[in-house]
């Protein structure tokens, strides 16, 4: 079984509906965090969370929010979707431990906004 | 703000070639990754350098890192189609009161039989 898996894998949804996206992960790793990716645009990070009661916006989190359920679980939610929101969202997992904070991907959920 | 760039942005190059990507970053920072990602798939770690100096190899992929240069190269040897993919580095930096990673746009490698 995959270490971090995200729901749903792919979805079509229309302008102004509410989204949510799913990350679980097995790794037992305190860290979590969602991307997104646009073609040509590399990774940008809309929300991390180094534990159950810290939340931390990243570089684009307007228009996104996000709740840490359990240290297992780190939800992701469109109020109001928008077509430019239609990307890759990827969630992603590390552990807190000195030397390294390599972090482990989840497949991705491809987001569609029409 | 740390910035991280890669070059080049695509690369197309024969099977059996030699070539390096670069991975340049502007502030100061000890560790570096280098991930692989498919078309239409997820990111895979290949390295993690941790110091400078660091040198790591897998197979065909060789890692650096210079963090007096601020420079990190993943050099190809003898390409083989397999390798196609693009490649992202990412860099820490600390911000607030712990560790980002700041990636880079990440280079599309075609490699052509």
């Known amino acids: 079984d995959a270490d971090v898996t995200q729901t749903p894998r792919n979805r079509i949804t229309k302008t102004g509906k509410r989204i949510m996206l799913e990350c679980s992960q097995t790794?037992?790793?305190?860290?979590m965090y969602w991307y997104r990716q646009d073609p040509g645009l590399g990774l940008r990070l809309i929300y991390y969370s180094f534990d159950v009661k810290d939340i931390n916006k990243g570089e684009i989190s307007d228009g996104y929010s996000v709740s840490r359920q359990a240290q297992a679980k780190f939800s992701l939610s469109l109020e109001s979707a928008i077509p430019n929101q239609t990307a890759l969202y990827f969630c992603a997992t590390s552990e807190t431990r000195q030397g390294s904070y390599e972090q482990y991907f989840g497949p991705g959920t491809r987001l569609t906004v029409t | 703000e740390l910035k991280v760039e890669q070059n080049p942005l695509f690369l197309s190059m024969q099977e059996g070639k030699n070539y390096t990507i670069y991975c340049n970053y502007s502030?100061?920072?000890?560790?570096l990754y280098w991930y692989r990602q498919d078309p239409g798939k997820s990111l895979e770690s290949l390295f993690v350098l941790l110091s400078n100096g660091a040198v790591k190899q897998e197979g065909r992929l060789m890692a650096s890192l210079d963090t007096k240069a601020r420079l990190s190269t993943l050099h190809i040897t003898a390409a083989v189609h397999d390798l196609s993919a693009t490649y992202f580095c990412?860099?820490?930096?600390?911000?607030?009161?712990?560790?980002?990673?700041?990636w880079g746009a990440g280079t599309k490698l075609i490699i052509k039989p």
């Open positions: 502030t100061t920072s000890d560790r």
């Open positions: 790794k037992g790793h305190d860290r």
């Open positions: 990412a860099v820490d930096q600390y911000r607030g009161s712990n560790y980002q990673l700041i």
